[in-house]
Protein backbone atom coordinates (compact mmCIF):
# COMPACT_ATOMS: atom_id res chain seq x y z
CA UNK A 1 0.00 0.00 0.00
CA UNK A 2 2.75 2.63 0.95
CA UNK A 3 4.69 4.34 -1.38
CA UNK A 4 8.87 2.73 -1.88
CA UNK A 5 10.43 4.04 1.72
CA UNK A 6 12.71 7.34 1.37
CA UNK A 7 15.28 6.62 3.73
CA UNK A 8 15.23 7.48 6.80
CA UNK A 9 18.43 9.99 6.66
CA UNK A 10 20.05 11.98 5.00
CA UNK A 11 23.30 12.07 2.75
CA UNK A 12 25.09 14.00 4.86
CA UNK A 13 23.58 12.17 8.29
CA UNK A 14 25.22 9.01 6.75
CA UNK A 15 28.25 10.78 6.41
CA UNK A 16 27.90 11.65 9.98
CA UNK A 17 26.99 8.10 11.00
CA UNK A 18 30.17 6.68 9.28
CA UNK A 19 32.36 8.96 10.82
CA UNK A 20 30.83 7.98 13.97
CA UNK A 21 32.00 4.54 13.22
CA UNK A 22 27.89 3.41 13.25
CA UNK A 23 27.25 -0.05 11.34
CA UNK A 24 23.82 -0.55 9.89
CA UNK A 25 21.73 -3.35 12.06
CA UNK A 26 18.61 -4.71 11.34
CA UNK A 27 14.83 -3.69 12.42
CA UNK A 28 13.86 -3.89 16.64
CA UNK A 29 11.29 -5.85 15.27
CA UNK A 30 13.62 -8.59 13.98
CA UNK A 31 15.93 -8.30 16.64
CA UNK A 32 12.71 -8.98 19.22
CA UNK A 33 11.17 -11.69 17.09
CA UNK A 34 14.88 -13.66 17.30
CA UNK A 35 15.56 -12.77 20.75
CA UNK A 36 11.83 -14.37 21.88
CA UNK A 37 12.25 -17.14 19.37
CA UNK A 38 15.82 -18.01 21.51
CA UNK A 39 13.77 -17.62 24.84
CA UNK A 40 10.88 -19.44 24.10
CA UNK A 41 12.76 -22.29 22.59
CA UNK A 42 14.92 -22.58 26.22
CA UNK A 43 11.94 -22.22 27.90
CA UNK A 44 7.99 -24.08 27.11
CA UNK A 45 6.30 -21.60 29.20
CA UNK A 46 7.32 -18.49 26.60
CA UNK A 47 4.26 -17.71 24.34
CA UNK A 48 3.96 -15.53 22.25
CA UNK A 49 0.30 -14.27 21.56
CA UNK A 50 -1.01 -12.92 18.21
CA UNK A 51 -3.78 -10.86 16.66
CA UNK A 52 -3.73 -11.97 12.75
CA UNK A 53 0.07 -10.09 13.28
CA UNK A 54 2.35 -13.13 13.51
CA UNK A 55 3.87 -11.66 9.81
CA UNK A 56 3.68 -8.30 10.75
CA UNK A 57 5.93 -8.97 14.39
CA UNK A 58 7.77 -10.92 12.53
CA UNK A 59 7.12 -14.13 13.93
CA UNK A 60 6.46 -16.35 11.00
CA UNK A 61 9.83 -18.06 11.51
CA UNK A 62 9.22 -18.46 15.18
CA UNK A 63 5.63 -19.94 14.52
CA UNK A 64 7.08 -22.43 12.12
CA UNK A 65 9.64 -23.42 14.84
CA UNK A 66 7.65 -23.13 17.89
CA UNK A 67 3.52 -23.80 16.51
CA UNK A 68 2.82 -25.01 20.24
CA UNK A 69 4.24 -21.59 21.81
CA UNK A 70 2.45 -19.39 19.84
CA UNK A 71 -1.45 -18.58 20.45
CA UNK A 72 -3.14 -16.84 17.62
CA UNK A 73 -6.50 -14.91 18.74
CA UNK A 74 -7.43 -13.57 15.25
CA UNK A 75 -7.81 -9.39 15.01
CA UNK A 76 -9.62 -8.80 18.44
CA UNK A 77 -7.44 -6.62 20.26
CA UNK A 78 -9.73 -6.67 23.47
CA UNK A 79 -9.83 -10.73 23.45
CA UNK A 80 -5.90 -10.32 23.11
CA UNK A 81 -4.93 -8.81 25.68
CA UNK A 82 -7.40 -10.29 28.44
CA UNK A 83 -5.97 -14.30 26.92
CA UNK A 84 -2.54 -12.73 27.57
CA UNK A 85 -3.47 -11.70 31.17
CA UNK A 86 -5.27 -15.35 32.02
CA UNK A 87 -2.16 -17.29 30.69
CA UNK A 88 -0.09 -15.13 32.36
CA UNK A 89 -2.09 -15.43 35.65
CA UNK A 90 -1.36 -19.44 35.06
CA UNK A 91 2.83 -18.53 35.00
CA UNK A 92 2.95 -18.64 31.72
CA UNK A 93 5.80 -15.53 30.58
CA UNK A 94 3.39 -13.63 27.62
CA UNK A 95 4.06 -11.53 25.19
CA UNK A 96 0.98 -9.93 23.74
CA UNK A 97 2.30 -8.80 20.05
CA UNK A 98 -0.29 -6.36 18.24
CA UNK A 99 0.49 -3.32 16.52
CA UNK A 100 1.09 -0.01 18.48
CA UNK A 101 -1.85 1.98 17.05
CA UNK A 102 -4.46 -1.19 18.38
CA UNK A 103 -3.09 -2.37 21.01
CA UNK A 104 -2.63 0.61 23.03
CA UNK A 105 -5.93 2.02 22.30
CA UNK A 106 -8.75 -0.60 21.55
CA UNK A 107 -7.51 -2.53 24.35
CA UNK A 108 -6.98 0.69 26.51
CA UNK A 109 -8.94 -1.16 29.12
CA UNK A 110 -7.79 -4.50 29.38
CA UNK A 111 -4.10 -3.06 29.64
CA UNK A 112 -5.40 -1.02 32.59
CA UNK A 113 -7.87 -3.48 34.20
CA UNK A 114 -6.30 -7.38 33.47
CA UNK A 115 -3.00 -6.64 33.22
CA UNK A 116 -1.41 -3.50 34.93
CA UNK A 117 -3.99 -3.31 38.11
CA UNK A 118 -4.34 -7.07 38.62
CA UNK A 119 -0.69 -7.41 38.04
CA UNK A 120 -0.24 -9.89 35.48
CA UNK A 121 2.95 -9.61 34.05
CA UNK A 122 2.32 -9.57 30.49
CA UNK A 123 4.77 -7.85 28.27
CA UNK A 124 2.34 -6.03 25.63
CA UNK A 125 4.43 -5.44 22.06
CA UNK A 126 3.30 -2.26 20.84
CA UNK A 127 4.37 -3.44 17.06
CA UNK A 128 5.53 -0.75 14.10
CA UNK A 129 4.59 1.88 16.62
CA UNK A 130 4.93 5.78 16.01
CA UNK A 131 4.26 6.93 12.46
CA UNK A 132 6.35 3.34 11.31
CA UNK A 133 3.16 3.11 9.04
CA UNK A 134 4.03 6.25 7.57
CA UNK A 135 1.15 7.14 4.71
CA UNK A 136 -1.21 4.57 6.19
CA UNK A 137 -2.15 7.72 8.40
CA UNK A 138 -3.22 8.43 11.54
CA UNK A 139 -5.40 5.25 12.40
CA UNK A 140 -2.28 2.88 12.03
CA UNK A 141 -0.14 5.41 14.28
CA UNK A 142 0.46 5.49 17.83
CA UNK A 143 1.10 8.55 18.83
CA UNK A 144 -0.67 8.44 22.11
CA UNK A 145 0.62 5.38 23.24
CA UNK A 146 3.29 6.99 25.63
CA UNK A 147 0.86 9.46 27.31
CA UNK A 148 -2.08 6.95 28.02
CA UNK A 149 0.15 4.31 29.28
CA UNK A 150 2.56 6.86 31.78
CA UNK A 151 -1.07 7.44 33.03
CA UNK A 152 -1.67 3.97 34.10
CA UNK A 153 -0.27 2.45 38.00
CA UNK A 154 2.61 -0.54 37.70
CA UNK A 155 3.70 -0.81 33.91
CA UNK A 156 7.18 -0.59 32.94
CA UNK A 157 7.57 1.76 29.21
CA UNK A 158 10.52 0.91 27.42
CA UNK A 159 11.08 1.97 23.59
CA UNK A 160 14.08 0.84 22.75
CA UNK A 161 16.76 2.55 20.32
CA UNK A 162 18.65 0.14 18.61
CA UNK A 163 18.98 -3.84 18.24
CA UNK A 164 20.86 -3.89 21.12
CA UNK A 165 18.29 -2.11 23.58
CA UNK A 166 15.62 -3.95 22.15
CA UNK A 167 17.80 -7.49 22.60
CA UNK A 168 18.08 -6.42 26.36
CA UNK A 169 14.56 -5.23 26.64
CA UNK A 170 12.74 -8.36 25.39
CA UNK A 171 15.23 -10.79 27.67
CA UNK A 172 14.91 -8.16 30.89
CA UNK A 173 10.73 -8.21 30.29
CA UNK A 174 10.81 -11.89 29.82
CA UNK A 175 12.31 -12.35 33.54
CA UNK A 176 10.19 -9.16 34.99
CA UNK A 177 7.30 -10.01 37.65
CA UNK A 178 5.20 -7.12 36.55
CA UNK A 179 3.97 -5.39 33.27
CA UNK A 180 5.69 -4.41 30.73
CA UNK A 181 5.29 -2.38 27.54
CA UNK A 182 7.56 -3.04 24.24
CA UNK A 183 7.23 -0.41 21.90
CA UNK A 184 9.03 -0.88 18.25
CA UNK A 185 9.23 0.45 14.85
CA UNK A 186 9.96 -1.46 11.95
CA UNK A 187 12.93 0.67 10.47
CA UNK A 188 16.55 -0.74 10.08
CA UNK A 189 18.72 0.95 13.16
CA UNK A 190 21.88 1.97 13.39
CA UNK A 191 23.64 0.17 16.25
CA UNK A 192 24.64 2.75 19.04
CA UNK A 193 27.40 2.39 21.40
CA UNK A 194 27.26 0.21 24.31
CA UNK A 195 29.45 1.49 26.74
CA UNK A 196 26.30 1.67 28.94
CA UNK A 197 24.69 -1.38 29.71
CA UNK A 198 20.74 -1.67 29.59
CA UNK A 199 18.59 -1.90 32.74
CA UNK A 200 14.79 -1.13 33.00
CA UNK A 201 14.76 2.55 34.93
CA UNK A 202 18.30 3.53 33.88
CA UNK A 203 19.10 6.57 31.24
CA UNK A 204 22.47 5.15 28.80
CA UNK A 205 24.72 8.31 28.08
CA UNK A 206 25.87 7.66 24.75
CA UNK A 207 27.95 11.17 24.28
CA UNK A 208 28.99 13.42 26.50
CA UNK A 209 28.80 17.05 26.87
CA UNK A 210 27.51 20.37 28.32
CA UNK A 211 26.47 22.78 25.69
CA UNK A 212 23.13 21.07 25.56
CA UNK A 213 21.70 17.54 26.52
CA UNK A 214 19.87 15.55 24.18
CA UNK A 215 17.18 13.34 25.78
CA UNK A 216 15.63 10.69 23.22
CA UNK A 217 13.68 7.32 23.30
CA UNK A 218 13.36 4.92 21.26
CA UNK A 219 14.29 5.21 17.40
CA UNK A 220 14.99 8.97 17.44
CA UNK A 221 18.16 8.08 19.64
CA UNK A 222 19.86 7.82 16.73
CA UNK A 223 18.89 11.06 14.86
CA UNK A 224 20.07 12.86 18.51
CA UNK A 225 23.20 11.22 18.17
CA UNK A 226 24.09 12.60 14.46
CA UNK A 227 22.67 16.21 15.86
CA UNK A 228 25.30 16.10 18.61
CA UNK A 229 27.92 14.81 16.07
CA UNK A 230 27.22 17.71 13.23
CA UNK A 231 26.88 20.57 16.31
CA UNK A 232 30.18 19.55 17.09
CA UNK A 233 31.82 19.41 13.61
CA UNK A 234 29.85 22.77 12.34
CA UNK A 235 29.03 25.01 15.53
CA UNK A 236 32.02 23.42 17.80
CA UNK A 237 28.73 22.95 20.69
CA UNK A 238 29.71 19.92 22.75
CA UNK A 239 25.75 17.74 23.37
CA UNK A 240 24.95 15.14 25.63
CA UNK A 241 22.72 12.20 24.09
CA UNK A 242 20.91 10.63 27.14
CA UNK A 243 19.20 7.56 25.45
CA UNK A 244 16.25 7.00 28.02
CA UNK A 245 14.70 4.00 27.03
CA UNK A 246 12.68 3.31 30.31
CA UNK A 247 9.81 6.70 29.86
CA UNK A 248 8.30 4.92 33.15
CA UNK A 249 9.94 4.31 35.65
CA UNK A 250 12.30 7.57 33.91
CA UNK A 251 15.93 7.65 35.70
CA UNK A 252 15.09 11.06 37.21
CA UNK A 253 18.26 11.33 38.17
CA UNK A 254 19.65 11.68 34.61
CA UNK A 255 17.44 14.02 33.29
CA UNK A 256 18.45 16.31 36.55
CA UNK A 257 22.25 15.83 35.79
CA UNK A 258 21.75 16.73 32.54
CA UNK A 259 19.39 19.77 33.88
CA UNK A 260 22.49 20.89 36.00
CA UNK A 261 25.27 20.46 34.08
CA UNK A 262 24.07 21.57 30.91
CA UNK A 263 22.75 25.00 28.73
CA UNK A 264 19.80 23.22 27.72
CA UNK A 265 17.66 20.19 27.65
CA UNK A 266 15.89 18.88 23.95
CA UNK A 267 13.89 15.89 24.24
CA UNK A 268 13.29 14.02 21.46
CA UNK A 269 10.31 11.26 20.78
CA UNK A 270 8.59 9.73 17.88
CA UNK A 271 5.55 10.55 19.48
CA UNK A 272 3.14 13.33 19.92
CA UNK A 273 4.61 16.27 22.61
CA UNK A 274 1.56 15.98 24.90
CA UNK A 275 2.20 13.46 27.51
CA UNK A 276 5.43 11.61 26.03
CA UNK A 277 9.16 11.83 27.27
CA UNK A 278 8.91 15.33 26.52
CA UNK A 279 6.20 16.39 29.34
CA UNK A 280 7.89 13.87 31.50
CA UNK A 281 11.11 15.56 31.79
CA UNK A 282 9.41 18.63 32.01
CA UNK A 283 7.38 17.70 35.18
CA UNK A 284 11.07 16.55 36.34
CA UNK A 285 12.66 19.87 36.02
CA UNK A 286 10.03 21.80 36.69
CA UNK A 287 9.77 20.44 39.79
CA UNK A 288 13.45 20.54 40.62
CA UNK A 289 13.50 24.05 40.30
CA UNK A 290 16.51 24.39 37.89
CA UNK A 291 16.66 26.83 35.71
CA UNK A 292 18.00 25.21 32.04
CA UNK A 293 16.26 26.04 28.77
CA UNK A 294 14.44 23.68 27.26
CA UNK A 295 12.50 22.17 24.27
CA UNK A 296 10.15 19.33 23.74
CA UNK A 297 10.48 17.79 19.76
CA UNK A 298 7.89 15.32 18.51
CA UNK A 299 4.84 15.13 16.49
CA UNK A 300 2.49 18.23 17.26
CA UNK A 301 -0.86 18.35 18.19
CA UNK A 302 -2.21 18.55 14.73
CA UNK A 303 -3.43 16.69 11.99
CA UNK A 304 -0.34 14.54 11.29
CA UNK A 305 1.32 15.20 7.58
CA UNK A 306 0.86 12.52 5.07
CA UNK A 307 3.99 10.97 3.89
CA UNK A 308 6.41 8.19 4.55
CA UNK A 309 7.52 8.33 8.25
CA UNK A 310 11.64 9.47 6.79
CA UNK A 311 9.10 12.08 5.52
CA UNK A 312 6.80 12.48 8.92
CA UNK A 313 10.24 12.98 10.47
CA UNK A 314 12.01 15.26 8.30
CA UNK A 315 8.68 17.23 8.25
CA UNK A 316 8.61 17.52 11.89
CA UNK A 317 12.67 17.99 12.75
CA UNK A 318 13.00 14.80 13.96
CA UNK A 319 15.85 14.27 12.07
CA UNK A 320 20.01 15.41 12.29
CA UNK A 321 19.14 18.90 10.49
CA UNK A 322 15.88 19.49 12.51
CA UNK A 323 17.68 18.58 16.13
CA UNK A 324 20.68 20.32 15.36
CA UNK A 325 18.35 23.32 14.32
CA UNK A 326 16.56 23.64 17.09
CA UNK A 327 19.53 23.17 19.65
CA UNK A 328 21.20 26.39 17.78
CA UNK A 329 17.89 28.32 18.39
CA UNK A 330 17.72 27.45 21.65
CA UNK A 331 21.27 28.28 22.91
CA UNK A 332 20.88 31.38 20.52
CA UNK A 333 23.91 30.21 17.94
CA UNK B 1 -21.29 -32.55 49.81
CA UNK B 2 -23.43 -30.25 51.67
CA UNK B 3 -27.35 -31.42 51.40
CA UNK B 4 -29.96 -29.31 49.44
CA UNK B 5 -31.33 -28.43 52.66
CA UNK B 6 -28.37 -27.07 53.92
CA UNK B 7 -27.88 -25.03 50.86
CA UNK B 8 -30.70 -23.66 51.04
CA UNK B 9 -30.43 -22.42 54.77
CA UNK B 10 -26.66 -21.16 53.42
CA UNK B 11 -28.55 -19.11 50.64
CA UNK B 12 -30.79 -17.08 53.35
CA UNK B 13 -27.80 -16.70 55.55
CA UNK B 14 -25.57 -15.16 52.75
CA UNK B 15 -28.41 -12.58 51.28
CA UNK B 16 -29.05 -11.60 55.41
CA UNK B 17 -24.40 -10.99 55.39
CA UNK B 18 -25.20 -9.45 51.96
CA UNK B 19 -27.91 -7.09 53.27
CA UNK B 20 -26.58 -6.47 56.45
CA UNK B 21 -23.08 -5.27 55.16
CA UNK B 22 -24.62 -2.88 52.49
CA UNK B 23 -26.85 -1.38 55.12
CA UNK B 24 -23.55 -1.18 57.08
CA UNK B 25 -21.41 0.19 54.25
CA UNK B 26 -23.83 2.40 53.00
CA UNK B 27 -23.83 1.02 49.35
CA UNK B 28 -24.37 -2.10 47.00
CA UNK B 29 -25.68 -3.60 44.10
CA UNK B 30 -27.91 -5.22 45.83
CA UNK B 31 -30.79 -6.41 43.07
CA UNK B 32 -27.36 -8.70 41.30
CA UNK B 33 -25.93 -9.91 44.68
CA UNK B 34 -29.33 -11.25 45.66
CA UNK B 35 -29.86 -12.92 41.78
CA UNK B 36 -26.34 -14.59 42.00
CA UNK B 37 -26.57 -15.95 45.40
CA UNK B 38 -27.78 -19.35 44.80
CA UNK B 39 -25.09 -19.68 42.37
CA UNK B 40 -22.26 -18.81 43.69
CA UNK B 41 -23.34 -21.13 47.03
CA UNK B 42 -23.74 -23.75 44.36
CA UNK B 43 -19.96 -23.00 43.02
CA UNK B 44 -18.48 -22.50 46.10
CA UNK B 45 -20.15 -25.33 48.53
CA UNK B 46 -20.44 -28.12 45.21
CA UNK B 47 -18.03 -27.36 42.83
CA UNK B 48 -14.92 -25.68 42.61
CA UNK B 49 -11.70 -27.19 44.06
CA UNK B 50 -10.13 -24.25 46.06
CA UNK B 51 -9.58 -23.17 49.59
CA UNK B 52 -7.87 -20.90 51.71
CA UNK B 53 -5.35 -23.49 52.03
CA UNK B 54 -4.95 -24.25 48.64
CA UNK B 55 -5.42 -21.34 46.64
CA UNK B 56 -1.50 -20.53 45.43
CA UNK B 57 -1.97 -24.20 43.76
CA UNK B 58 -1.43 -24.29 40.24
CA UNK B 59 -3.67 -27.07 40.04
CA UNK B 60 -6.89 -25.43 41.80
CA UNK B 61 -9.80 -24.46 39.83
CA UNK B 62 -10.64 -20.99 38.42
CA UNK B 63 -13.32 -18.20 38.97
CA UNK B 64 -13.39 -15.16 37.59
CA UNK B 65 -16.40 -13.15 38.47
CA UNK B 66 -16.99 -10.87 35.20
CA UNK B 67 -20.22 -9.41 37.07
CA UNK B 68 -17.68 -7.82 39.07
CA UNK B 69 -20.10 -5.26 40.82
CA UNK B 70 -21.50 -8.16 42.50
CA UNK B 71 -18.53 -7.78 45.25
CA UNK B 72 -20.75 -8.46 47.98
CA UNK B 73 -22.14 -11.45 47.55
CA UNK B 74 -18.19 -12.98 46.06
CA UNK B 75 -16.95 -11.12 49.49
CA UNK B 76 -19.55 -12.60 51.58
CA UNK B 77 -19.20 -16.44 50.25
CA UNK B 78 -15.49 -16.02 50.44
CA UNK B 79 -15.82 -14.91 54.36
CA UNK B 80 -17.86 -18.34 54.77
CA UNK B 81 -15.49 -20.42 52.72
CA UNK B 82 -12.82 -19.26 55.35
CA UNK B 83 -10.78 -17.41 52.97
CA UNK B 84 -11.13 -14.37 55.80
CA UNK B 85 -12.89 -13.22 58.86
CA UNK B 86 -16.45 -12.21 58.18
CA UNK B 87 -15.84 -8.71 60.43
CA UNK B 88 -13.71 -7.58 57.68
CA UNK B 89 -16.71 -7.44 55.39
CA UNK B 90 -18.16 -4.62 57.44
CA UNK B 91 -14.82 -2.29 56.36
CA UNK B 92 -16.23 -3.01 52.60
CA UNK B 93 -15.52 0.73 50.61
CA UNK B 94 -14.57 1.85 54.13
CA UNK B 95 -11.25 4.40 53.79
CA UNK B 96 -8.19 2.80 53.34
CA UNK B 97 -9.90 -0.86 53.59
CA UNK B 98 -8.23 -3.17 51.11
CA UNK B 99 -12.32 -4.09 50.64
CA UNK B 100 -12.63 -2.55 47.39
CA UNK B 101 -16.67 -2.05 45.90
CA UNK B 102 -15.08 -4.76 43.32
CA UNK B 103 -13.22 -7.91 43.29
CA UNK B 104 -9.62 -7.22 43.68
CA UNK B 105 -6.34 -9.40 44.57
CA UNK B 106 -5.71 -7.78 47.95
CA UNK B 107 -9.04 -9.82 48.89
CA UNK B 108 -8.03 -13.09 50.07
CA UNK B 109 -9.89 -16.00 47.61
CA UNK B 110 -10.02 -13.26 44.83
CA UNK B 111 -8.38 -14.86 41.24
CA UNK B 112 -8.34 -11.89 39.23
CA UNK B 113 -9.31 -8.12 39.86
CA UNK B 114 -12.57 -7.14 37.64
CA UNK B 115 -15.06 -4.38 37.47
CA UNK B 116 -14.96 -3.43 34.07
CA UNK B 117 -17.06 -5.03 32.13
CA UNK B 118 -16.57 -8.17 29.20
CA UNK B 119 -13.33 -8.70 31.28
CA UNK B 120 -13.64 -12.03 32.37
CA UNK B 121 -14.22 -14.39 29.94
CA UNK B 122 -11.33 -13.77 28.06
CA UNK B 123 -9.15 -13.99 31.00
CA UNK B 124 -11.10 -16.87 31.61
CA UNK B 125 -10.21 -18.08 27.47
CA UNK B 126 -6.20 -17.60 28.64
CA UNK B 127 -6.81 -19.70 31.90
CA UNK B 128 -8.24 -22.72 30.04
CA UNK B 129 -5.75 -22.42 26.96
CA UNK B 130 -2.73 -22.39 29.99
CA UNK B 131 -4.83 -25.77 31.44
CA UNK B 132 -4.99 -27.59 28.22
CA UNK B 133 -0.97 -26.62 27.40
CA UNK B 134 -0.12 -27.83 30.72
CA UNK B 135 -2.44 -31.25 30.54
CA UNK B 136 -3.87 -29.81 34.00
CA UNK B 137 -7.49 -30.79 34.62
CA UNK B 138 -8.34 -27.95 36.47
CA UNK B 139 -11.76 -26.08 35.47
CA UNK B 140 -12.62 -22.17 34.54
CA UNK B 141 -15.64 -20.67 35.34
CA UNK B 142 -16.86 -17.11 35.41
CA UNK B 143 -20.11 -15.68 36.03
CA UNK B 144 -21.92 -12.84 33.71
CA UNK B 145 -24.59 -10.71 33.56
CA UNK B 146 -26.94 -10.78 30.83
CA UNK B 147 -26.69 -7.07 30.38
CA UNK B 148 -22.73 -7.58 30.32
CA UNK B 149 -23.22 -9.45 27.33
CA UNK B 150 -23.76 -6.16 25.04
CA UNK B 151 -19.61 -5.42 25.46
CA UNK B 152 -18.20 -6.61 22.34
CA UNK B 153 -15.04 -8.49 23.83
CA UNK B 154 -17.36 -11.48 25.26
CA UNK B 155 -17.78 -12.30 21.69
CA UNK B 156 -14.33 -12.10 20.92
CA UNK B 157 -13.89 -14.50 23.86
CA UNK B 158 -16.63 -16.45 22.71
CA UNK B 159 -15.53 -17.20 19.16
CA UNK B 160 -11.70 -18.05 20.86
CA UNK B 161 -12.92 -20.45 23.29
CA UNK B 162 -15.04 -22.57 20.80
CA UNK B 163 -12.30 -21.95 18.30
CA UNK B 164 -9.89 -23.52 20.66
CA UNK B 165 -12.68 -26.17 21.92
CA UNK B 166 -11.88 -25.05 25.61
CA UNK B 167 -14.01 -27.55 27.30
CA UNK B 168 -12.38 -27.13 30.61
CA UNK B 169 -14.21 -23.22 30.40
CA UNK B 170 -17.56 -22.92 31.78
CA UNK B 171 -19.22 -19.64 31.28
CA UNK B 172 -22.81 -19.22 33.69
CA UNK B 173 -24.57 -16.17 32.81
CA UNK B 174 -26.39 -14.81 36.01
CA UNK B 175 -29.66 -13.81 33.67
CA UNK B 176 -32.21 -11.49 35.48
CA UNK B 177 -33.38 -10.04 32.67
CA UNK B 178 -32.56 -6.46 34.13
CA UNK B 179 -29.87 -4.05 34.14
CA UNK B 180 -29.42 -0.48 35.60
CA UNK B 181 -31.79 1.24 33.03
CA UNK B 182 -34.41 -0.93 32.96
CA UNK B 183 -35.08 -4.57 30.79
CA UNK B 184 -32.19 -5.87 29.17
CA UNK B 185 -34.52 -6.62 26.04
CA UNK B 186 -34.89 -3.18 26.14
CA UNK B 187 -31.95 -1.39 26.57
CA UNK B 188 -30.11 -3.64 24.51
CA UNK B 189 -31.83 -7.07 23.26
CA UNK B 190 -29.25 -10.33 23.43
CA UNK B 191 -32.42 -12.60 22.81
CA UNK B 192 -32.38 -15.57 21.64
CA UNK B 193 -29.33 -15.99 23.97
CA UNK B 194 -29.36 -19.95 23.67
CA UNK B 195 -29.16 -20.18 19.83
CA UNK B 196 -26.54 -17.18 19.71
CA UNK B 197 -24.02 -19.12 22.21
CA UNK B 198 -24.98 -22.61 20.37
CA UNK B 199 -23.96 -20.58 17.06
CA UNK B 200 -20.82 -19.65 18.19
CA UNK B 201 -19.94 -23.10 19.19
CA UNK B 202 -20.32 -23.73 22.43
CA UNK B 203 -22.45 -26.47 24.68
CA UNK B 204 -25.47 -24.62 25.84
CA UNK B 205 -28.31 -25.37 29.00
CA UNK B 206 -30.75 -23.15 30.47
CA UNK B 207 -31.45 -23.70 34.13
CA UNK B 208 -33.42 -22.22 36.75
CA UNK B 209 -30.89 -20.20 38.66
CA UNK B 210 -32.29 -20.38 42.32
CA UNK B 211 -32.93 -24.39 41.72
CA UNK B 212 -29.85 -25.93 43.30
CA UNK B 213 -29.58 -29.68 41.76
CA UNK B 214 -30.24 -27.79 38.54
CA UNK B 215 -27.40 -25.93 39.05
CA UNK B 216 -25.31 -28.72 40.01
CA UNK B 217 -25.96 -30.81 37.64
CA UNK B 218 -24.90 -28.22 35.03
CA UNK B 219 -22.10 -27.15 36.87
CA UNK B 220 -20.35 -30.64 37.98
CA UNK B 221 -18.77 -31.88 34.97
CA UNK B 222 -18.51 -29.77 31.38
CA UNK B 223 -21.76 -29.95 29.06
CA UNK B 224 -19.15 -31.59 26.05
CA UNK B 225 -15.67 -32.49 26.02
CA UNK B 226 -14.74 -30.67 22.63
CA UNK B 227 -16.74 -27.24 23.45
CA UNK B 228 -16.73 -24.78 26.31
CA UNK B 229 -20.08 -25.11 28.73
CA UNK B 230 -22.48 -22.13 29.04
CA UNK B 231 -24.85 -22.29 31.78
CA UNK B 232 -27.71 -19.76 31.16
CA UNK B 233 -29.03 -19.36 34.56
CA UNK B 234 -32.60 -17.86 34.84
CA UNK B 235 -32.65 -15.88 37.96
CA UNK B 236 -34.47 -13.31 39.67
CA UNK B 237 -33.06 -9.83 40.96
CA UNK B 238 -33.30 -9.17 44.52
CA UNK B 239 -34.23 -12.71 44.75
CA UNK B 240 -35.57 -13.07 48.21
CA UNK B 241 -36.69 -9.55 49.41
CA UNK B 242 -40.16 -9.20 48.15
CA UNK B 243 -40.26 -5.58 47.48
CA UNK B 244 -36.80 -6.12 45.55
CA UNK B 245 -37.19 -8.69 42.68
CA UNK B 246 -37.50 -7.87 39.43
CA UNK B 247 -36.90 -4.15 40.44
CA UNK B 248 -34.44 -2.26 38.29
CA UNK B 249 -33.92 0.22 40.64
CA UNK B 250 -31.97 -2.69 43.18
CA UNK B 251 -29.78 -2.80 40.73
CA UNK B 252 -27.74 -0.58 43.26
CA UNK B 253 -29.44 0.93 46.64
CA UNK B 254 -28.95 0.64 50.01
CA UNK B 255 -32.29 0.16 51.78
CA UNK B 256 -34.08 2.64 54.04
CA UNK B 257 -34.16 2.10 58.07
CA UNK B 258 -37.82 0.51 57.44
CA UNK B 259 -36.77 -1.31 54.51
CA UNK B 260 -33.85 -2.68 56.07
CA UNK B 261 -36.29 -4.41 58.73
CA UNK B 262 -38.33 -5.62 56.52
CA UNK B 263 -35.34 -7.13 54.69
CA UNK B 264 -34.26 -8.84 57.99
CA UNK B 265 -37.79 -9.62 58.90
CA UNK B 266 -38.44 -11.76 55.46
CA UNK B 267 -35.24 -13.72 55.46
CA UNK B 268 -35.42 -14.29 59.65
CA UNK B 269 -38.52 -15.77 59.43
CA UNK B 270 -37.71 -17.83 56.00
CA UNK B 271 -34.25 -18.85 57.99
CA UNK B 272 -36.29 -20.35 61.16
CA UNK B 273 -38.17 -22.30 58.82
CA UNK B 274 -35.87 -23.38 57.50
CA UNK B 275 -33.89 -24.32 60.78
CA UNK B 276 -37.31 -25.89 62.15
CA UNK B 277 -37.42 -28.11 59.10
CA UNK B 278 -34.18 -29.03 59.31
CA UNK B 279 -34.52 -30.51 63.03
Given at each position: ?26 T ?19 L ?5 S ?29 VA ?12 VS???FL ?13 Y??N ?20 H ?20 D ?19 L??G??P ?22 D ?5 T ?8 L ?14 V???P ?8 A ?18 V ?7 C ?22 T ?8 F ?6 M ?9 L??? | ?27 G ?18 I ?9 D???D???Q?K ?14 G ?11 Q?Q ?15 Q ?50 H ?10 D ?31 T ?11 S?Q ?32 G ?14 D ?5 Q ?5
Amino acid sequence: MSAPAPSMYSDAAKKTADKLGLKMGRTNLDEFASTLQALAQANRNVLAVTSDSRGSGKLAPYGKALPNQIIEIGIAEQNLVGVAAGLASCGKTVFAVSPACFLTARSLEQIKNDVAYSDNPVTLVGISAGVSYGALGTTHHSLHDLAVLRAINNLTIVAPADNFEAREAVKAAAAAKHPVYLRFGKSPLYDLPTTEPFAFGKARILHEGTDLAFIATGETVVHALLAAAHLEQTADLRCRVISMPTVKPLDTEAILQAARDCEAVVTVEEHMVCGGLGEACAGVIAQSGIPVHFRIVGIPDEYTVTGSQADIFRHYGLTMEGLADTAKKLLGR
Amino acid sequence: MLTDQQLVLKSLRYRRKIIEVIKHVGAGHTGGDLSCTDILNVLYNRILRVSPATFVDPKRDRYVQSKGHCAEALFTVLADRGFFPEADLLTMCQYQSHYVGHPTRHVAGVEQNTGGLGHGLPICVGMAIAGKLDNADYRVFTLLGDGELAEGSNWEAAMAAAHYKLSNLTAIIDCNTLQISGRTCDVMNNEPLAEKFAAFGWAVRTVNGHDFNELTASLQAPLASDKPSIVIAQTIKGKGITYMEDVAKWHHGVPTDEEYRQALAELDMAIALQEGAAK
